[in-house]
């Protein structure tokens, strides 16, 4: 098995406040969280907080980043602001939708 990051991406505009689109887990190309962390900024702009979930003990678990970066929509000249919620996982969601996130701040990994 590929030693290369998983992430899932959800794509809202929040500036009228509604998903646009979610992407499955997927694999990066990158093996440093520091690294693809760079290229999520570079591609989807600064990074405005962290994603959570709940843990087993139910603390806040840090498992991605939001990033927000102003876009064009396609179809006329105004603008939006464009947030992308990034999570990294262990391996893509099994059958029962358990998801399996590393923690941004000290790499333990859990199922939620």
Known sequence: MSDNILISEDHTNATEGYSWGTNDVF??????K????????SEYGRCTG??????PDGEAV???????????YDDCNETYLADTW?????RPATVVSTSH????????EFDA
């Open 27 to 32: 694999e990066t190309r990158h093996t440093n």
């Open 34 to 41: 520091g690294e693809l962390y760079r290229e999520l900024m």
């Open 50 to 55: 962290r994603v959570y979930v709940d843990g």
């Open 62 to 72: 840090p498992i991605g980043w939001v990033f927000r970066k102003r876009q064009k």
């Open 86 to 90: 990034v999570t990294i996982h262990k």
């Open 101 to 108: 996130y590393v923690r941004t701040d000290n790499n333990e």
